[in-house]
């Protein structure tokens, strides 16, 4: 079977460092997405990460471990406008194809 | 440049009634994929396209759903006939080539059947 698994619900404070975890389970892995979505808005790409190791891209940061079938987004120096869902999706072989899964989202909640 | 545009923004409609939403990808991208967004479902991949031909349909709920894509800059995605559970966002997100690459969503369309 394939599963997605994030924390519903998490909140920090302005100015903070948060991490958001993301477990998966299938076979057939090829690599892993972060989304942002706003409330009322599209999702909009974060990060992509293949291979294990961090992946830094301004105050975002994506870790992947293959071998243990886990990611985290790191968000670091907090600000209100990253008051959002993040999504972690999960890209894997499918026969001929490749299928993205997507976890259900995390929604984080900033506080001043 | 501009991103993936869809149309309508919103759409309130009695049961019964056939829903088109339509979708026009960014210029370039070989891949279409629509989504259905719920609270309780979260975002479910209803299908894609690549090279305007469907790969993976098998997120389509039913027969009351059907996707097209004539060319590669327009796709529709018709329900017939509509059911209240049908209400929800549905995007519509291109990509260059497939899902390992990143996907560009449009604002999506507000679905409220009653």
């Known amino acids: 079977g394939q599963n997605i698994d994030q924390p519903t619900e998490m909140t920090a404070t302005e100015g903070a460092i948060v991490q958001i975890n993301c477990t998966y389970q299938?076979?057939?892995?090829?690599?892993l997405f972060w989304y942002q979505q706003h409330a009322g808005e599209a999702p909009t790409f974060l990060s992509y990460?293949?291979l294990d190791g961090l992946e830094e891209k301004g105050r975002f940061s994506s870790f992947l471990s293959r071998s243990k079938g886990y990611s985290y987004l790191l968000l670091k120096e907090l600000q209100m406008k990253d008051s959002a869902s993040y999504l972690c999706?999960?890209?894997?072989?499918?026969?001929?194809?490749?299928?993205?899964?997507w976890g259900l989202g995390t929604s984080l909640a900033v506080n001043p | 440049d501009a991103g993936v545009i869809q149309s309508p923004r919103h759409e309130v409609t009695e049961m019964g009634q056939e829903v088109t939403l339509r979708c026009k990808p960014i210029?370039?991208?070989?891949?279409l994929f629509w989504y259905r967004q719920t609270m309780m479902r979260g975002l479910e991949l209803l299908i894609y396209?690549?090279?305007?031909?469907?790969?993976?349909d098998s997120g389509m709920p039913e027969d009351r759903f059907s996707a097209k894509m004539p060319n590669a800059s327009f796709s529709t995605l018709k329900i017939q006939p509509s059911e209240p559970r049908d209400s929800a966002v549905y995007f519509c997100?291109?990509?260059?080539?497939?899902?390992?690459?990143?996907?560009?969503f449009g604002d999506g369309t507000r679905l409220s059947i009653l």
């Open positions: 997100a291109s990509s260059r080539q497939g899902v390992h690459q990143p996907q560009h």
């Open positions: 210029s370039g991208h070989n891949s």
């Open positions: 990460n293949v």
């Open positions: 999706a999960v890209s894997k072989n499918a026969g001929n194809n490749r299928k993205l899964i």
């Open positions: 299938t076979s057939g892995f090829n690599g």
């Open positions: 396209f690549n090279n305007n031909v469907p790969i993976d």
